[in-house]
């Protein structure tokens, strides 16, 4: 008996979305960060809303992000995109799309299966205090107007 030829277990890919549903709506750490699902009526459960309030003594201090994660049939196993939805200068983030790039961002570009959504919204909030982005000019707030979404259509701001 023992551990001896025994594999890992691989959680199918709903179960793992249902747990950090769940634990998405139990909220998580300092409440800095969250997340859930954009559609409930989503049954593949890809698309998905974060938050991220920015962290303290940096330009992000006192401003609320909102993000989309898109996690295809691939997830966990591969990352979900990840775009701001409003403006936002980070050094790993596309200024005209708001996408933030895996090759850019250690997180998505080293990807691991364990990694979680939480793993990602936490990671890029640390990521807006280091040295690189902490203190680059921001746009002002709701300056979403000409956000260019995946599709590439402009998408208009009714104010």
């Known amino acids: 008996m023992g551990s001896e030829g025994s594999a890992a277990v691989v959680v ?3 179960f793992r979305l249902l747990e950090e549903l769940e634990r998405g709506e139990k909220g998580i750490g300092d409440g800095t ?3 859930g699902m ?3 009526d989503d049954i593949y459960m890809r698309s998905w809303t974060g938050t991220i309030i920015g962290p303290p003594h940096t330009v ?3 401003r609320i992000y909102q993000l989309k994660l898109f996690c295809d049939t691939d997830y966990p196993d591969k990352p979900p995109t990840v775009r701001f939805q409003a403006r936002v ?3 790993c983030v596309n200024p005209e799309t708001g996408v933030v790039d895996p090759s850019r961002f250690p997180m998505l570009g080293n990807w691991q299966r364990e990694h979680t959504m939480e793993d990602i919204l936490i990671s890029l909030k640390k990521e807006m205090s280091t040295p690189q982005n902490r203190k680059l000019h921001q746009p ?3 300056n979403d107007d000409q956000r260019v979404d995946q599709k590439g259509v402009a998408r208009c701001v009714i104010m």
């Open 140 to 142: 002002h707030e709701g």
């Open 60 to 62: 992000h201090e006192g």
């Open 38 to 40: 954009d559609d409930a």
């Open 12 to 14: 199918p890919r709903n």
């Open 89 to 91: 200068n980070m050094t």
């Open 33 to 35: 960060v969250s997340y």
